[in-house]
């Protein structure tokens, strides 16, 4: 099975003739050959015939008829081994009522890339995160997503982020848009396989309304998957081999960041020695871009993300050492083409990014009040779990120390008092 990893700027489009399994300009011109369909009518009755066969034919050439996968659903497509591609796009989001980071850059990228569908690994909107609710906003904020991603004319499947959904305001919303994970969705002979690490069954803390003064955002991280979610991927694991490829495709990356996880404990050992290439999650837990390999199966952490400003790096240094801040946005592009299988990494928003450039962080730096310029220098030293314990020990030492050192001299002031309140006394 042939595989690689590659980091390149931009895509080869797909050609016409790969995309669809043959060149239908080539087929309809060949309709339009003088003598080729009626040989004994006039030509104007042949053509007239073979526009009309040209008519019939058009939507099935081009994978228009039945078995095409509707946007934003699961229906299956064609089965059996074939040639297509499709792009992982993560974590699209900016901030309320902003267009998702790179997006008409990234809208460009996937068209010039030919894919035939694109899979989104959740937040793809900020969803008014731990802010009282207006679906005017939030409505505002799916419409020109959707509106952007429709404009490709191809399929799309959205795992929910904590974005997405973050509370019963914003869970209604997405489930009137889209389909609820966990499901799967096959696509010519493939299997892809979409799951929720949000919890939208399971996180009932907080009132179907916002309250002013409460905070009624579900928990961000993963949620553990459920008896519900774990004898899905059971069913689906035990039928894995009736497929060419397998892909797996949720929000949350510390699901197989962490190594503690119970992921590699219950979940990775069923799709370990199957047909599953690959494995796609859209948080930036540790960076935009990070991956494992491990029995044969990429682990693919992949994400755009928005910056901070500098403002907010002024006053936070200990952010502006985060490596997501670091990294270049980027997309996954996955070929298949029969039993082979590629995946490409696409930069985008190289040139945009502020976190690239180097101005960016002069004035981050040169920005900083006396106060601020401190605290850098005290968490470039103390950074870690191991340099703030040896703090704690030195620090507590010194107290201790002090305190000691203080409680002898007190003690002898009062002892030394005593002793002139006693010869005063015996004096007198």
């Known amino acids: 099975m042939a595989t690689h990893l590659t980091m390149r700027r931009a895509g080869d489009r797909v050609p016409l003739s ?34 009309g066969l040209a008519l019939l034919l058009a939507p099935f050439l081009l994978g228009a008829g039945p ?80 509106t952007g991603i429709k404009r490709l004319g191809i399929p799309f499947y959205i795992a929910p982020g904590n974005h997405d959904v973050n509370d019963p305001v914003t869970r209604d919303l997405f489930l009137e848009r889209f389909r609820k994970p966990p499901y799967a969705f096959t696509f010519k002979g493939s299997r892809f396989i979409i799951l929720d690490t949000v919890g939208i069954d399971r996180q009932t803390r907080g009132p179907t309304r916002y309250q002013p003064g409460r905070s009624n955002t579900w928990y961000a991280g993963a949620i553990p998957f459920d008896n519900y979610q774990m004898n899905f ?6 039928q894995a081999d009736a497929y060419e ?52 199966i990429y682990y693919i952490e992949s994400a755009t993300f928005p910056m901070p400003s500098v403002s907010e790096l002024r ?15 980027n997309l996954q592009f996955v070929r298949v083409q029969g039993s082979e299988y590629s995946i490409q990494t696409i930069v985008v ?8 450039s ?31 314990i040896l703090l704690a020990v030195v620090g507590g030492g010194a107290c201790l120390l002090a305190g000691a050192v203080l409680g002898v001299g007190v003690s002898r002031l009062w002892r030394r008092g005593r002793r002139r309140s006693a010869t005063a006394s015996h004096r007198e």
């Open 315 to 329: 006053r936070r240094p200990e952010r502006a050492r985060d490596s997501k801040f670091h990294q270049l946005d």
């Open 349 to 356: 928003g190289a040139l945009s990014t502020p976190s690239l």
């Open 358 to 388: 180097q101005t960016y962080w002069d004035q981050v730096e040169e920005g900083r009040s006396r106060r601020e310029k401190l605290l850098v220098w005290f968490n470039k030293r103390f950074n870690s779990y191991e340099s703030l």
């Open 67 to 146: 078995g095409a996968p509707e946007e934003g659903t699961g229906v299956d497509g064609p089965d059996g081994p074939a040639s297509f591609s499709f792009v992982v796009w993560g974590h699209p989001r900016d901030g309320d009522g902003e267009p998702p980071v790179h997006f008409k850059e990234i809208l460009q990228r996937i068209r010039d890339l030919g894919a035939d569908f694109v899979i989104v690994t959740g937040d793809c909107i900020n969803g008014m995160y731990a802010k009282p609710k207006d679906p005017a906003v939030l409505n505002g904020d799916w419409d020109r997503f959707e």
């Open 245 to 296: 490829h397998v892909f797996l495709f949720f929000h949350h990356s510390e699901v197989w960041l962490e190594s503690s996880s119970d992921w590699w404990t219950e979940v990775h050992p069923l799709l370990s020695g199957g047909p599953t290439r690959a494995v796609f999650s859209g948080n930036p837990w540790k960076g935009k871009y990070r991956y494992v390999e491990r029995d044969g």
């Open 233 to 238: 991927l059971r069913e689906e694991a035990a």
């Open 18 to 51: 790969e995309k669809w399994g043959l060149n239908f300009l080539s087929a309809a011109g060949s309709l339009f050959r003088p003598g080729w369909y009626l040989p004994q009518q006039p030509m104007r009755t042949q053509r007239f015939a073979a526009l």
